[in-house]
């Protein structure tokens, strides 16, 4: 209640004696409301927003003939003098989609990652940026006859209080809303989850549970994967159904949590046609072993697994068989066809 109790004292104050624009709080209130096209929620900013800190400029740009849009807002007052409170870029033309993506998935596409809510069709990156893809009704289909999409990469700043639970995805929904507007994308407006919780960043070290509580997740698969009990299996869980990327990390710890060095085997998918880079890379157009691809939606859908060394018991014929549980689901899940795996 600090910042609205101190714009409506304000505003009385102002408001009888002339010149309330240069009063900060009625400022920022008038930033909130027009700052990334009416993007900003006011609830959501004052939680996000560092003690001592206001908003203090906005700069956008769209440009609807190339397909992008940007906005950035930055902070005002204490050590937060300048800095960063949001940044948004939006894109809907394929090339600026694989530019961003590609940017994010490197050295093969096992980049870390992390999961938002189910509902959200999106990720956090290594960057701990949110990245949202939505499809575009409005737009027509691109040169290759497929569907256009909204790409939205929204980066916080690094002293923004993105722990307060359900703030900054309440935040991407409405700047999602907000680019599709601007860019004449017409996607169905997102709904903000329910479960209100913190944003969840990606972590070398992530947040990990005995295998059988995954059940009922993304990862849920692993629950009937036969993994040797008396080695402690634990998994990450960082997908959900809707994003276009996602990832289930599993640890061994065969003498229980205090092992120092697990054995990690990794199960990644991605879904577009840009993620066919991903299972060629340095291997010469040729797609790497203990892969797999399918059809999705009409576009391609990769998926790939890592192991920091052969685990589980069985050597490469349980990698396998693994790699194909991973696959099988997430096609089943996700509706897609023709899948095949290269071994």
Known sequence: MRRWVKVSVAAAVVLGVGGYVAQPYVKEWALIRNACGGGLVGDAVEQLTPDGSLLGSEESRSTEGLG?????????????????????AAYTRRDDQDRELMSVFTEGGFDQQA?????????????????LLVPC???????EGRKRKLLVHIQMGREVLTGVPGAAHRTAVTLTHMASEKLGCGADPLK?????????VPSDDPKRVPVA?????????????????DDNWQIAVAANDTA?????DLFSAADGESTRNPSRLAFVSWYGDWSNRLTVYQNKG?????TATALCEGEAANYALAASQDTPRGGAA????????????EVRRRGCTDLRFHF
Request: glycine share 10%; proline share 11%.
């Open 68 to 88: 992008s849009y940007t906005c950035d807002v930055t902070l005002t007052g204490g050590d937060t003098d300048g800095k960063r409170f949001v940044s948004v």
């Open 318 to 329: 349980a990698r396998q068989r693994m790699l194909k549980l991973f696959a099988e689901d």
């Open 137 to 143: 009704p409005d737009l027509p289909a691109d040169d």
């Open 115 to 131: 999961a938002l809510p189910d509902g959200l069709p999106g990720f956090v990156d290594q960057y701990k940026a949110i990245r």
């Open 192 to 200: 903000a989850p329910e479960r209100l919780a913190p944003l969840n």
């Open 286 to 290: 040729v797609p790497r072993s203990m």
């Open 244 to 248: 276009p990327s996602g990832r289930c």
């Open 213 to 229: 509580r995954a059940e009922g997740t993304p990862c849920g698969w692993v629950t009937g994967a036969g993994l040797p009990s």
